[in-house]
C-alpha cells in the first residue's frame, strides 16, 4: 500500500522494501505425524495383530513369542499381559514423541487421547464417578 501511495503521489521517491519485523515460528517438522496418523497407525497396528479381533494383542494371537515378548515389554502399560488398543495408542504416541526428540527437538510433544473404547470393567469407576465421589 505503501509503495502505490508513493507512485501516485511521489513517483520519484522509490519504493520501501522492509523486513518483516514479525518472527513467524518456523514451528514446522516434516515427516511429523498428528494425532489423525497415530489414530490411523494405531488401528492399522490392532487389525493387523489382532487375529482373533478381541481387541487385545496378547499370546492368543498367535504372534511370534519374540514379537510378543517385545510387545509387552514396551507397550502393557498396565501389566495385564495383553496390550489392548489405548495402550497399542499410547505406544504410538511415545514412538512419535522420541522421534520428535531426535529429529525436531523444538517440535514439542504430541499427546494425544485415546480414540478407542477398550472393554469395559462393570462395577469399576470412570473419572467421572471418582469426581463425584470425592466431592
Ligand atoms: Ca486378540
Ligand atoms: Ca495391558
Request: glycine share 6%.
Amino acid at each position: 500500500m505503501e509503495n502505490t501511495w508513493r507512485d501516485e503521489y511521489c513517483p520519484n521517491y522509490g519504493h520501501i522494501y522492509c523486513d518483516c519485523p514479525f518472527v513467524v515460528e518456523e514451528n514446522t517438522c516434516p515427516g511429523h505425524w498428528t494425532c489423525n496418523d497415530i489414530d490411523n497407525i494405531s488401528a492399522d497396528f490392532m487389525a493387523a495383530n489382532d487375529v482373533n479381533g478381541d481387541g487385545l494383542l496378547n499370546w492368543e494371537d498367535n504372534i511370534e513369542d519374540v514379537h510378543a515378548e517385545e510387545l509387552n515389554i514396551s507397550c502393557d502399560f498396565n501389566g495385564d499381559d495383553s496390550v489392548d488398543a489405548c495402550e497399542v495408542h499410547m505406544c504410538v504416541v511415545l514412538v512419535e514423541n522420541n522421534w520428535r526428540d531426535n529429529n525436531c527437538p523444538d517440535f514439542g510433544h504430541v499427546y494425544c487421547d485415546c480414540p478407542f473404547v477398550v472393554a469395559e470393567c462393570e462395577g469399576s469407576w470412570n473419572c467421572e464417578d471418582i469426581y463425584n465421589v470425592s466431592l
